[in-house]
């Protein structure tokens, strides 16, 4: 079992910053890829961003030189820095691992952490 805990949501307003922080705990030697998913109001959840084990990062077309991905595997941490926020990024964010064993995927999700962006 691996367990996700998000924070760093907030307000904040269009053009600035914040950083969501997801802490993994648990059976985390198996941990392959980690990303950030979101979901608006009335919207499906969709994909912001990802890294492997590895350090390579992909990132969706919307956030795509505002977002940074990286990883501490140390702390077992994985971070979304947030630059240049739109409005239309309001979402509640959540932290994803895949736990990777004998080649079987499982996924696992944080509880997430609102962000709100205002104009």
């Known amino acids: 079992q691996v367990q996700l805990v998000e924070s760093g949501g907030g307000l904040v307003q269009a053009g600035g910053s914040l950083r969501l922080s997801c802490a993994a705990s648990?059976?985390?030697?198996?941990?392959?890829?980690m990303g950030w998913y979101r979901q608006a109001p009335g919207k499906q959840r969709e994909w912001v961003a990802i890294i492997t084990n590895g350090g390579s990062t992909n990132y969706a077309d919307s956030v795509k030189g505002r977002f940074t991905i990286s990883r501490d595997n140390a702390k077992n941490t994985v971070y979304l820095q947030m630059n240049s926020l739109k409005p239309e990024d309001t979402a509640v964010y959540y932290c994803?691992?895949?736990?990777?064993?004998?080649?079987?995927?499982?996924?696992?999700w944080g509880q997430g952490t609102q962000v709100t962006v205002s104009s």
């Open positions: 648990g059976s985390i030697f198996s941990i392959d890829n």
């Open positions: 994803k691992a895949d736990r990777n064993s004998f080649g079987i995927i499982t996924p696992y």
